[in-house]
């Protein structure tokens, strides 16, 4: 792929040539490239697991303009894996988080900060000005908004994304390669693949995959090298195995195809199905109990069976003592439960348990609810000594 010739030969000062010597002497780079990394503009999307390693070496690197979006704060559960963040970050913004490390790390570097959610109405206007598009988000919507509005704004989209032990790295958008839609036309079903959240990450795994994201956008820059273009790039911590899948350009494609029916961004929750509060309260057919309701009605010495459909590694983190059935056993296991009797389900976050309830429902039991918002809410609401994770 062609270098991202801007036409602009920023000089370096003596302070700039010290800090990126070693990169001065690589022929590949020389300071032909490094005046190339000045001149560039990376928006990176996200400042958690996997935007934390990319800018830190982004802005070490001498990347000069780096675009933040995020709109998140810093959680305690963050720590493991968002290295960005430290413990008394917790509580802050993500971006000044971020922002002051990055300040820390290079001075000559110029952050520019976007508090907000990415979404149809301002993802074009963001991303205007900006040279790459790294991804670093965590969910389908995004991921389909950042690869159209790149395909549509004609900007290269650095992607990677990970799970448990898991992860996958490429480059969409390009003219003559793919895009994220060639690969995956369709979003999956809600609710099929698990956040994060629920089904964790391996804290090391974002710092690998945001690392060859950081690699290639500084190739992208350079004009150097093998890109993943055309590439996607598989990677089994677990088995510490690194696999590559070939991905072609697809004609039919909706978005980068020779008849594309996508030419504007779109309703992308939509697209994945995902509903906001408002309308899940109106669309669900399942009965939610409130911590307190069920607090009160324990204390009272109500027959109320728990049932827990967490597996049983997140019951012995912590529990409210409830019959433990793990969501992807309950088929097979609901002869143990008594369908005459009143059941509440509870999982972390109160997703999983309203899919086993309306499952439950479904099977000709007349009293079950789901614990909204889950343990979780649990022990934020009613048993702060629980652990929280």
């Known amino acids: 792929m062609a270098t991202l010739d801007k036409g602009v030969s920023p000089t370096l000062s003596n302070e700039e040539v010290?800090?990126?010597?070693?990169?001065?002497?690589?022929?590949?780079?020389?300071?032909?490239?490094?005046r190339k990394l000045k001149a560039a503009r990376v928006l990176c999307v996200g400042a958690g697991g996997l935007g934390s390693p990319l800018m830190t070496y982004l802005a070490a690197a001498g990347v000069g303009t780096?675009?933040?979006?995020?709109?998140?704060?810093?959680?305690?559960?963050?720590?493991?894996?968002?290295?960005?963040?430290?413990?008394?970050?917790?509580?802050?913004?993500?971006?000044d988080s971020a922002v002051d490390k990055l300040k820390a790390i290079n001075p000559f570097v110029k952050t520019e900060r976007f508090e907000t959610r990415l979404t149809s109405q301002n993802a074009l206007e963001i991303m205007h000005g900006y040279d790459i598009i790294a991804d670093g988000t965590d969910n389908f919507a995004t991921r389909y908004l950042i690869n159209d509005a790149c395909v549509l704004s004609g900007k290269p989209n650095v992607y990677a994304s990970v799970f448990r032990f898991e992860g996958q790295a490429s480059i969409y958008a390009t003219p003559d390669g793919p895009c994220y839609r060639c690969l995956y036309p369709e979003p999956p079903p809600p609710g099929l693949v698990p956040a994060c959240a629920e089904g964790g990450v391996l804290g090391v795994l974002p710092g690998l995959l945001g690392v060859i994201q950081a690699t290639e956008v500084i190739k992208l820059i350079l004009g150097t090298g093998d890109h993943l273009i055309g590439r996607l790039l598989l990677v089994d911590t677990l088995a510490m195995r690194f696999r590559e899948m070939r991905i072609r350009k697809n004609p039919d494609c909706a978005v980068c195809g020779t008849h594309p029916s996508v030419k504007e961004l779109i309703d992308y929750n939509q697209f994945c199905g995902v509903r906001n509060e408002e309308e899940s309260s109106k669309m669900t057919t399942v009965p939610e109990i409130r911590p307190e309701e069920l607090k009160r009605r324990l204390d009272a010495g109500e027959d109320i069976f728990i049932l827990d459909v967490r597996k049983a590694s997140d019951y012995e983190i912590c529990n409210i003592k409830g019959h433990q059935i793990p969501i992807d056993e309950l088929a097979k296991r609901v002869s143990e439960l008594d369908p005459n009797r009143e059941i509440i389900v509870h999982c972390k976050l109160g997703i999983q348990s309203a899919k086993a309830a309306a499952f439950l429902q479904g099977s000709g039991f007349k009293h079950v609810a789901s614990l909204a918002g889950g343990i979780k809410a649990w022990a934020e609401k009613i048993d702060p000594s629980m652990p929280k994770y």
């Open 18 to 34: 010290l800090r990126y010597s070693r990169h001065l002497i690589m022929p590949e780079v020389a300071m032909e490239g490094q």
């Open 66 to 95: 780096l675009g933040l979006v995020d709109f998140d704060v810093v959680d305690y559960s963050n720590l493991q894996r968002q290295i960005l963040h430290h413990t008394s970050d917790v509580g802050r913004s993500k971006l």
